[in-house]
C-alpha cells in the first residue's frame, strides 16, 4: 500500500514537555491538513536530549494525559515519537511510540544506550531488551532510536520479523567537517543507504535539530527506498518538514530485482549464532 510521510524534524526544548508537545501538536495538525497517513517525529522529541538529571522529572507514563493527548490525536493520523518513559517499577527508558487509531499500536524501549563520547544515556537510563516487528495498517514496520540502529542485528531481526518499513528516530549531533558537509551527516546516509538495500527495506529516519549545552544537532531527515537511493532528504542544521511518499510498488520491484531478504537463510544464522554463544560459555 503506498502511504505519504511526514518527517517532522523539530527543534525541543531541553526539559519543557509542555512546549514541546504543542511544537509537535502544531505539527501533526499541519500534517493532517496535508492528508499525510503517518508523521514522525525524532528521539525525545518530547523532552530534548541532554537531560541527565531532569530525566525523573519529565518522564511520562503510557496513561499520563500528554501520552493520551497524542493517542487521541492518532485517530487522525498515525504518529511516531520519543520520550522518557516512567515504567511500573519506577524504572526510566528511552521510548518510542508508534500510535494508530486511537491506541498504542506499538512501544519501543532503546536496547543500545551510547555511553561513550559526548553521551552519557546508561547512567540515567535503563536499556530495552528486545526488538519487534509490528502491523499498522500501512504494512508491517519496525522501531529504532539511534544508537539502535548502529547494531546490525537490529535491524536484521526486524526485517526477518516481517518489517518492510524501518522508522529511526534520532538525536544525533554533528561531529566532523568533510568537505561541504558533516561526517555524522555522511556517516548515517552511508547506514541508512546499506540497511535498506541489503535487507530490502524502507527507511524513514527523522533526526532533529538545535542546540543543547552548545552542542548541535544536524537535522538531514530522510527517505530511503529500499534500493539503497535516498529519495528525499531534509536540510541540515534547521528545522525541516520532509514529505515523502512510499510507493508499494518500489519495494516489490526491488525485492524481485535484488531478492537477498528471500534468499537470507535464518537456520544457518540460528545455528551459528548458537554455535558461538556455546563456545563462549554465554
Request: with cysteine; hydrophobic share 40%; proline share 3%.
Amino acid at each position: 500500500m503506498d502511504f505519504t510521510a511526514v518527517l517532522a524534524q523539530v527543534k525541543p526544548k531541553l526539559g519543557c514537555v509542555a512546549d514541546n508537545l504543542a511544537l509537535i501538536e502544531e505539527h501533526i495538525q499541519q500534517a493532517i491538513t496535508s492528508k499525510a497517513d503517518l508523521v514522525v517525529f525524532p528521539e525525545l522529541a518530547l523532552t530534548g536530549y541532554f537531560l541527565k538529571d531532569l530525566v525523573p522529572e519529565v518522564a511520562l507514563r503510557l496513561d499520563s494525559p500528554e501520552i493520551q493527548r497524542l493517542v487521541e490525536l492518532s485517530r487522525h493520523i498515525s504518529i511516531a515519537v520519543g520520550f522518557v518513559e516512567e515504567s511500573s517499577d519506577y524504572r526510566f527508558f528511552n521510548s518510542a511510540l508508534y500510535l494508530e487509531d486511537g491506541t498504542i499500536r506499538h512501544l519501543h524501549r532503546k536496547v543500545y544506550l551510547p555511553t561513550y563520547g559526548l553521551f552519557d544515556e546508561q547512567r540515567y537510563l535503563a536499556r530495552g531488551e528486545r526488538f519487534r516487528a509490528f502491523d499498522t495498517k500501512r504494512g508491517r514496520m519496525g522501531l529504532l532510536i539511534c544508537e539502535d540502529m548502529w547494531h546490525l542485528s537490529a535491524s536484521y531481526i526486524l526485517a526477518m520479523d516481517g518489517a518492510t518499513t524501518l522508522i529511526c528516530l534520532s538525536s544525533s549531533p554533528g561531529r566532523g567537517v568533510e568537505g561541504e558537509t558533516l561526517g555524522s551527516a555522511n556517516a548515517w546516509q552511508h547506514l541508512t543507504a546499506t540497511t535498506a538495500m541489503f535487507l530490502n527495506c524502507r527507511v524513514l529516519y527523522c533526526n532533529r535539530v538545535g542546540y543543547e549545552d552548545g552542542i548541535n544537532f544536524w537535522g538531514g531527515s530522510e527517505y530511503v527506498a529500499p534500493s539503497g537511493e535516498s529519495m528525499i532528504r531534509g536540510a541540515l542544521l534547521e528545522e525541516d518538514t520532509v514529505s515523502a511518499t512510499l510507493d508499494e510498488g518500489a519495494l516489490r520491484r526491488e525485492r524481485i530485482f535484488s531478492p537477498m531478504l528471500r534468499d537470507e537463510n535464518l537456520f544457518v544464522t540460528m545455528r551459528e549464532l548458537g554455535r558461538i554463544e556455546r563456545e563462549r560459555g554465554l
